[in-house]
């Protein structure tokens, strides 16, 4: 096809609302050429050979046996410009239209005028303009037709060849090649407008299935669709990277043989659709199956999900059911708290009170309040809203929130230090939870730290392609025995503490898909939070 060519081909220069596809132009038009091979060869035939009516070339044998050869051995010229394109389509078919009109008007002629029943086929050639060119053009060879059979009748009339009555048959001629290049036009508009309809719903169903097939290639979960004989039919990006897998596998048993006998389990007993799968490289995930029917086919579906995903939603029932039940048991323990204290208050405000019970009101005191403490941190458990994960961009993030916990402990000077190993992290993460998780890590190192001994450090860098953030202070570190209990609840080794915040900071980690965990760095305590990448995340639907 020539480059030039586009989807849609105006032939009429005087109609541009009327478009034909390329296919079905260059269709419409060869069957047309053959049409006009055959009628030129027929026109010969019947002539040297004498079948059919003698009437052909009864007027003039000569002028009859050179317009029809020259017809014939035009349309066999025209031949490799339609096979193989090598004029462009307007022309072709304007030049099949206008020769037709003067061939068929002079073999007409030839053959004895209007009544000899040639000129008919004029209008054959007229329907073909309908529907090859349209618009305005298609009537304009209808009047070209009309002329030309009208000025052979003159000229017959000049002549005195043929009789005058046959001038009506030229005007009724002329009339119905008008009639029917408007019904070829009608006709072939209506053709127009259900081929365009059809190719803009073709076009809708195409991007339909580009838009589900990027859909599914893009889901979290990994999806694989297995037929009756376990041979794999689809399979998404997750599921591969998931599997472990480089490319699609075309069996299931290539896969994995644990897989495909969790499959045939599944097969028999088919209330059994969970099952937790251990790959080759030691990981485990999660798959689902479930039964697609069709009118044909049985088809099935294996729905991967990580195991972390899963252990995430876990915790998060798991904090739902605890954050009510901590809710209700902190209220009612905080009723009676608040009469203790208010009465120990009152205690110790009476003028006849002893030093020794005084002590002992300033011991109910201390220990309300730590209670209270204890509620206040139990309660953020309840109030915790759920991970609401975004990117956040940590050359910027760090720096403000560094300069805020310098305002807010001026006692020392730079409490905290930040630098930044790698730039251009982003974390996806919820931003309030990482404040709160690093308020908890930073506190934690203003209390134990030393932070009199310098600046507590608070690095960002990129380990195992995700960002990490390090808190570095100057204590002592946490002994073998703490580090077995590290992030229990209520496990401290301060007497004023909850031990709640480590544990607390744990869950919002794993709530995020986020990692924390305590190691030496440069023989000093490090908290590292390793979360998940920004840049990698795949698109949650």
């Not at 030839?110 to 309908?130: K, Q, Y």
């Not at 086919?297 to 294996?302: I, S, W």
Request: hydrophobic share 45%; glycine share 6%.
């Amino acid at each position: 096809m020539p480059p030039n060519q586009v989807d849609t081909i105006y032939p009429c220069p005087f109609s541009k609302g009327y478009g034909i596809p390329i296919r079905q132009a260059w269709l419409l038009l060869k069957i047309f050429f053959i049409y006009r091979f055959i009628s030129a060869s027929l026109f010969v035939m019947l002539f040297f050979f004498r079948f059919g009516p003698m009437g052909l070339g009864a007027h003039d044998a000569q002028l009859y046996q050179f317009t029809s050869l020259a017809y014939l051995g035009i349309s066999l010229l025209n031949a490799p410009f339609i096979f193989r394109r090598l004029a462009g389509y307007n022309r072709l078919a304007q030049l099949f239209i206008f020769t037709d009109i003067v061939f068929i008007t002079v073999l007409m002629h030839a053959s004895g005028g209007v009544t000899s029943g040639v000129g008919g086929l004029l209008a054959i050639s007229i329907a073909a303009a309908g529907l090859l060119i349209g618009g305005r053009c298609a009537l304009v060879f209808a009047a070209l037709a009309s002329l030309a059979v009208l000025a052979e009748q003159v000229y017959d009339m000049q002549t005195h060849a043929f009789n005058l009555s046959s001038l009506n048959y030229s005007g009724l001629l002329g009339i119905t090649f008008f009639a029917i290049a408007l019904i070829s036009l009608i006709l072939a508009q209506r053709v127009e407008q259900s081929a365009s309809l059809a190719q803009r719903h073709a076009q809708t169903i195409v991007r339909l299935e580009e838009l589900n097939r990027y859909i599914i290639q893009h889901l979290q979960s990994g999806i694989m669709i297995v037929d009756a004989q376990q041979f794999i039919v689809l399979s998404n990006y997750s599921a591969l990277r998931l599997l472990g897998i480089g490319e699609s596998p075309t069996h299931l048993a290539d896969v994995s043989a644990l897989l495909q006998q969790a499959f045939l389990l599944w097969n028999q007993y088919p209330e059994q659709d969970f099952a937790i799968i251990q790959l080759d490289n030691g990981e485990e995930i999660q798959v689902r199956f479930s039964l697609l029917r069709f009118e044909n086919e049985r088809l099935h579906l294996l729905l991967f999900e990580d195991i972390g995903l899963h252990n995430q939603r876990l915790q998060q029932s798991k904090l739902a059911s605890l954050g009510r039940l901590t809710a209700s048991i902190a209220h009612e323990i905080r009723n009676p708290l608040s009469a203790i204290s208010h009465a120990g208050q009152l205690l110790s405000e009476a003028p006849e009170l002893k030093p020794e019970d005084l002590r002992l009101t300033r011991i109910i005191q201390t220990h309300c309040q730590r209670v209270n403490n204890i509620i206040e941190d139990i309660l953020k458990l309840s109030r915790r809203n759920p991970s609401q994960k975004q990117k956040v961009m940590l050359d910027q993030w760090l720096v403000a929130y560094v300069q805020e916990q310098n305002l807010c402990h001026g006692e020392y000077s730079a409490a905290f230090k930040l630098s930044f190993k790698q730039t251009e992290l982003n974390a996806y993460i919820d931003p309030g939870h990482l404040k709160q998780i690093l308020d908890n890590l930073c506190a934690n190192a203003l209390k134990y730290g030393k932070p009199e001994l310098g600046s507590i450090s608070i690095q960002a860098d990129m380990e195992n392609n995700q960002p990490c953030i390090r808190v570095i202070d100057n204590g002592p570190g946490i002994d073998h025995e703490g580090l077995l209990h590290l992030f229990e609840p209520f496990f401290t080794t301060s007497r004023q503490g909850t031990g709640l915040g480590l544990y607390i900071s744990k869950e919002l980690a794993e709530l995020n898909q986020a990692e924390l965990s305590y190691a030496k760095c440069q023989d000093k305590p490090c908290f590292s939070l390793l979360m998940a990448n920004a840049d990698h995340v795949v698109i949650e639907i």
